[in-house]
């Protein structure tokens, strides 16, 4: 594990949570649509997958992106992680 892979998936089950929420989905379609593989954010919860930097910097972008949300409006829970990550 790199040093700042506890810290990327905090910040990565954090912000899947509030977009699950957001969108009235479940973890499962939100991993499929962010990493193209529905079982991705429950391994990574449950500590049987790592974080690659890049694949880390495209689901933070799609969380990050206002098309992907009701309204066009990112959860502040989102926002509120892109205030404290440097992606």
Do not use: C
């Not at 912000?15 to 529905?38: E, F, M, P, V």
């Not at 429950?42 to 949300?69: E, Q, V």
């Amino acid at each position: 594990m790199t040093p700042g892979e506890p810290i990327m998936r905090k910040a990565l089950l954090r912000a899947a949570t509030a977009a699950a929420k957001a969108r009235g989905q479940t973890q499962n379609t939100i991993s499929l649509k962010a990493y193209g593989d529905s079982r991705f954010l429950g391994k990574l919860a449950a500590g049987r997958a790592s974080i690659p930097a890049g694949k880390f910097d495209k689901a933070m972008a799609w969380f990050g992106n206002r098309s992907n949300y009701p309204n066009r409006v990112v959860p502040p829970e989102v926002a509120d992680i892109f205030s404290h990550v440097k992606l």
